[in-house]
């Protein structure tokens, strides 16, 4: 709540009806439909079907879109952060990384605050409760609880249809063959009411753009990478500055000798790599869409690192400057060339010089003193 309050009166929000680019234009033409301001539905896909966050902020009192927003955003701000502790403590991280977790994913400019009081009128909040819902119901085995939670899902953000369909083919296929038939069958159930939800709302909510769908903007997506390769770059500064040290601290130590799988692993891994690809090939916004999927990946990074008390002192030096905890997300409606700088997907080529320094830097550091230690010590 205090993180709330101090961003909102800190960060002042886009104006986005300047640079039609900004997804809050389409979330705003959803919202006038809901709120009865407009008589027709002409929301381009994919946010055509993202119709939960615009229907719940249509129905609050505050008579602001920005206003009635931001209340959507401060609830799901909250209603995160018990998850966050129920799920990491089934992970098996201790009280120190489940602090360090959820400070990282709170306040990072990116994370569930900032860069979410700049761009209020987003859909995004949302998902890390959603998706630390979903961890908890496959770490726990709660299938009942995820069937009936998948529909509210989807509408949220349709995103998960492709998460269910990954968990599907592995580990579903892998518990399948190891005789644990329940946990597939649910995951494809799953899939299969989640994607009936997207047909019945693609059917009563149909996009404004005909012919668009997940598929032909993975191909154009996919077609601009190929054409452009110095993208690659810029993806992998992106990430670094999603997941500063904790993302090549953990690359460092991973071992590529055959070892048990936990439980939480065989889940979390697949999850993390499909927001990896997401990142990469679903959009432009390679650093909010790899962030998205911190849920998932922070779990598995920090549950993979056993690290001293001096290393996380380390970890969290070279890290905590892709926070970007001091400073206003510039307004990219009004000022879009300086919006650009705080993003390495988009930044000229004088600030991407500086990300890659950092990026350089930080894999150096990682590789040099963040090695995974059997010590006593170890913070683990």
Same mark, same amino acid.
């Given at each position: 709540?205090?993180? &709330?309050?101090?961003?909102?009166?800190?960060?002042?929000?886009?104006?986005?009806?300047?640079?039609?680019?900004?997804?809050?234009?389409?979330?705003?033409?959803?919202?006038?439909?809901?709120?009865?301001?407009?008589?027709?539905?002409?929301?381009?896909?994919?946010?055509?079907?993202?119709?939960?966050?615009?229907?719940?902020?249509?129905?609050?009192?505050?008579?602001?879109?920005?206003?009635? &927003?931001?209340?959507?955003?401060?609830?799901?701000?909250?209603?995160?952060?018990?998850?966050?502790?129920?799920?990491?403590?089934?992970?098996?991280?201790?009280?120190?990384?489940?602090?360090?977790?959820?400070?990282?994913?709170?306040?990072?400019?990116?994370?569930?605050?900032?860069?979410?009081?700049?761009?209020?009128?987003?859909?995004?909040?949302?998902?890390?409760?959603?998706?630390?819902?979903?961890?908890?119901?496959?770490?726990?085995?709660?299938?009942?609880?995820?069937?009936?939670?998948?529909?509210?899902?989807?509408?949220?953000?349709? !995103?998960?249809?492709?998460?269910?369909?990954?968990?599907?083919?592995?580990?579903?296929?892998?518990?399948?063959?190891?005789?644990?038939?329940?946990?597939? @069958?649910?995951?494809?159930?799953?899939?299969?009411? !989640?994607?009936?939800?997207?047909?019945?709302?693609?059917?009563?909510?149909?996009?404004?753009?005909?012919?668009?769908?997940?598929?032909?903007?993975?191909?154009?997506?996919?077609?601009?990478?190929?054409?452009?390769?110095?993208?690659?770059?810029?993806?992998?500064?992106? @990430?670094?500055?999603?997941?500063?040290?904790?993302?090549?601290? !953990?690359?460092?130590?991973?071992?590529?000798?055959?070892?048990?799988?936990?439980?939480?692993?065989?889940?979390?891994?697949?999850?993390?790599?499909?927001?990896?690809? &997401?990142?990469?090939?679903?959009?432009?916004?390679?650093?909010?869409?790899?962030?998205?999927?911190?849920?998932?990946?922070?779990?598995?990074?920090?549950?993979?690192?056993?690290?001293?008390?001096?290393?996380?002192?380390?970890?969290?030096?070279?890290?905590?400057?892709?926070?970007?905890?001091?400073?206003?997300?510039?307004?990219?409606?009004?000022?879009?060339?300086?919006?650009?700088?705080?993003?390495?997907?988009?930044?000229?080529?004088?600030?991407?010089?500086?990300?890659?320094?950092?990026?350089?830097?930080?894999?150096?550091?990682?590789?040099?003193?963040?090695?995974?230690?059997? !010590?006593?010590?170890?913070?683990?």
């Amino acid at each position: 709540m205090g993180g &709330f309050v101090l961003f909102n009166g800190l960060q002042p929000p886009l104006q986005h009806h300047f640079n039609l680019l900004f997804d809050a234009n389409q979330y705003e033409k959803a919202y006038g439909y809901f709120s009865g301001k407009t008589e027709y539905y002409r929301v381009n896909y994919p946010f055509s079907v993202r119709i939960l966050v615009p229907w719940l902020a249509a129905h609050l009192p505050f008579g602001d879109i920005t206003e009635n &927003f931001k209340a959507v955003n401060l609830l799901f701000s909250l209603a995160w952060v018990p998850l966050w502790f129920l799920v990491s403590k089934k992970v098996g991280l201790n009280r120190i990384k489940t602090w360090v977790g959820w400070f990282w994913i709170t306040f990072h400019w990116v994370g569930v605050l900032k860069g979410n009081l700049s761009d209020p009128i987003t859909v995004d909040v949302p998902i890390y409760f959603f998706q630390l819902f979903l961890a908890y119901c496959l770490i726990a085995r709660k299938w009942g609880f995820l069937l009936l939670a998948t529909p509210l899902m989807t509408i949220q953000k349709e !995103s998960l249809l492709p998460l269910l369909l990954v968990l599907a083919i592995y580990p579903g296929i892998s518990l399948w063959r190891r005789h644990d038939k329940k946990a597939p @069958i649910a995951i494809l159930a799953a899939f299969l009411i !989640s994607l009936l939800t997207l047909k019945i709302t693609g059917h009563y909510f149909p996009p404004a753009n005909v012919g668009k769908n997940g598929a032909v903007n993975l191909f154009y997506n996919t077609l601009g990478l190929l054409g452009h390769p110095d993208l690659f770059f810029r993806w992998v500064c992106a @990430i670094t500055l999603a997941y500063g040290g904790f993302l090549w601290a !953990s690359i460092r130590n991973y071992s590529f000798r055959p070892s048990p799988i936990l439980s939480h692993q065989q889940w979390m891994v697949p999850l993390a790599l499909t927001y990896a690809f &997401f990142s990469l090939f679903a959009g432009g916004d390679f650093t909010r869409i790899a962030f998205l999927g911190s849920p998932f990946v922070m779990l598995l990074l920090l549950r993979n690192l056993e690290l001293t008390a001096l290393q996380m002192g380390i970890l969290l030096a070279i890290s905590v400057p892709a926070m970007r905890l001091l400073g206003s997300i510039p307004d990219g409606g009004t000022d879009f060339e300086t919006w650009t700088t705080w993003y390495p997907e988009y930044a000229p080529w004088n600030w991407l010089v500086i990300y890659c320094c950092y990026t350089v830097t930080v894999v150096l550091a990682s590789w040099r003193w963040l090695k995974n230690t059997a !010590s006593d010590q170890k913070i683990n």
